[in-house]
């Protein structure tokens, strides 16, 4: 194929023209090589042009995908940082509802502890904040969440034990004083004036001198007579000299007793209040005329009712 072929290369300076014979192995191979290296050059700067147009837009999507992936690592912190805020919130509202329930048990203690000790209708309103105020400071800064509102209700929640403690004990102190109030003989137990009182006295049928164990109360016959203190009814029956008898127990070393009945209205072994009706008045037994005979017994011992009938509950 190379045996006939020749290149003949002409001159512009009208020089002899030069013969290229590529019958020549030698020179034949010369001339692919130079054809080749061409061909490599021309790829080679056609690769070149191409990198050189494409590269901006190379830059741009690399640059692109570096922000997205930032945008999802700040999308993951964002999610990281939802999460804390919503375990503080769940953790302040743990601690609301517990506070919440406090001062419930506060109110209602309050209510109950103003009940005991016969406070005036609103002078404590549990259901309202109690008023408060103070000049308004310029220098003041905002809490900074979550510790220091944290700190500031982990600091109302032990003030609120330590005052439920406090409350507690005086709720205490005060029933206990109720409850022993309500077993303290106070009051008369029927209505009407006292005829005869404690002490030495003549005696009404003989008139020798006498030591009166009780109190005499003027009352028409059939008049309610009270129980002067909560307790145990001991006795209810006749007893001599004191005709139709109701005695009380009342648990804490007092006893009472009241004489001269027309009617026996409870029975022993039943647990009667302040104020209830255990008789009505007459003049049974030792006695000149309907009335109540009223005795105070104090550990074991007779006292003089006197005190305790014009004492108050």
Known sequence: MWKDMQIILVSRSKKVPKILDLSDRRLRYRVIGG????????????AAMAMTIASPSGRALTELG???????????????????????????AVKLGQLQAQSTRLNALGERLAEAGKLDNGEFNFDQPPPVGGVEDSNSTPYALPQALDASINQLGQQFDNQQAQLGALQSLLLD??????????????????????????????????????IDISAPTGTPVHAVAEGMVTFAGVRNGYGDVIEIDHGNG???????????LVHPGQRVHIGDVISRAGSTGRSTGSHVHFEVWHLGNVVNPLAYVRDHR
């Open 177 to 214: 004083a109720r409850i022993d109030a309500n077993l303290k003989p106070t009051g008369m137990p029927v209505d009407g004036y006292i005829s005869s009182y404690f002490g030495g006295r003549p005696d009404p049928f003989s008139g020798h001198s006498e030591r009166h164990t009780g």
């Open 66 to 92: 570096r922000l997205r992936q930032q945008v999802q690592q700040q999308q993951g912190q964002l999610g990281d940082v939802r999460k804390d805020a919503q375990r503080e919130l769940d953790a302040l």
């Open 254 to 264: 007092y006893m009472t007793r009241y004489a001269h009945n027309s009617a026996l």
């Open 35 to 46: 054809i080749t290296a061409m061909v490599l050059g021309c790829a080679g700067l056609g």
